[in-house]
């Protein structure tokens, strides 16, 4: 089965903070995806990357950033937490085969205090 | 540019009536459509998709959907609702053609009354 891990279930952290979320895929995928889940939105696309150190901003980039150093790992970062930015935030990754279905990872739930 | 609208942000139904979510696309190419559903404090999980071929798609845990283009359609039905089958499901769309460009709904909210 292919496997997305997402490094933490639930983070808190304050305000301006530097964050780091990490996803790990095990299936190697070309593309990886960071969503954030708000309660009424659905998913909202942050970033994608379709190769190692390629990426594309999606929806709602602003206040994020992502790295991309290797194929199985996908970093978002929060350069400085804001409370706006609590919310769960959804990795996920998908062969470059078009009709083919993203698989994602558990969820990181994060607070920013 | 594509979009998604699932109608009902929540929806109840009892448990052994037909469940239907409704989801409702535009896109400029032929689509391909996907159904996940979402637990309480999970990831996604694929349902089913659509992308060429035979217009109903049956899924996992009994679900189907029917994608109708002059109706520009995909919504989600199961004959008998089950308690487990309590969950957030999401509508989402893609150009064909582009594996990069996942389009999902805002979801539905299902709740299953015994």
């Known amino acids: 089965d292919v496997k997305v891990t997402q490094s933490s279930r639930y983070l808190v952290k304050r305000t301006g903070e530097k964050v780091f979320l990490e996803c790990v895929q095990d299936?190697?995928?070309?593309?990886m995806f960071w969503y954030r889940q708000d309660p009424g939105l659905g998913l909202r696309l942050i970033y994608f990357?379709?190769?190692?150190?390629?990426?594309e901003k999606g929806d709602i980039p602003e206040g994020y950033s992502v790295s991309r150093e290797k194929k199985e790992r996908f970093s978002l970062i929060l350069e400085s937490a804001s409370t706006n930015q609590t919310s769960m935030y959804l990795c996920a990754s998908s062969t470059g085969v078009p009709n083919t279905e993203a698989f994602f990872g558990q969820g990181t739930r994060l607070t920013v205090v | 540019a594509q979009s998604v609208t699932q109608l009902g942000s929540h929806v109840s139904v009892s448990e052994g009536a037909l469940v239907l979510l409704r989801c409702n696309y535009s896109?400029?190419?032929?689509?391909?459509l996907f159904w996940y559903v979402q637990y309480p404090n999970q990831g996604l999980q694929l349902l089913l998709k659509y992308t060429t071929g035979a217009t109903l798609v049956k899924g996992i845990n009994g679900f189907e959907a029917e994608f109708k283009k002059s109706e520009t359609s995909f919504h989600l039905t199961k004959p008998s609702a089950h308690m487990s089958d309590a969950a957030e499901y999401f509508c989402a769309v893609t150009p064909s053609g582009s594996a990069r460009q996942l389009t999902f709904g805002s979801g539905t909210q299902l709740t299953v009354l015994p």
């Open positions: 896109s400029s190419v032929p689509p391909y």
């Open positions: 990357s379709y190769d190692v150190k390629m990426k």
């Open positions: 299936m190697d995928h070309e593309n």
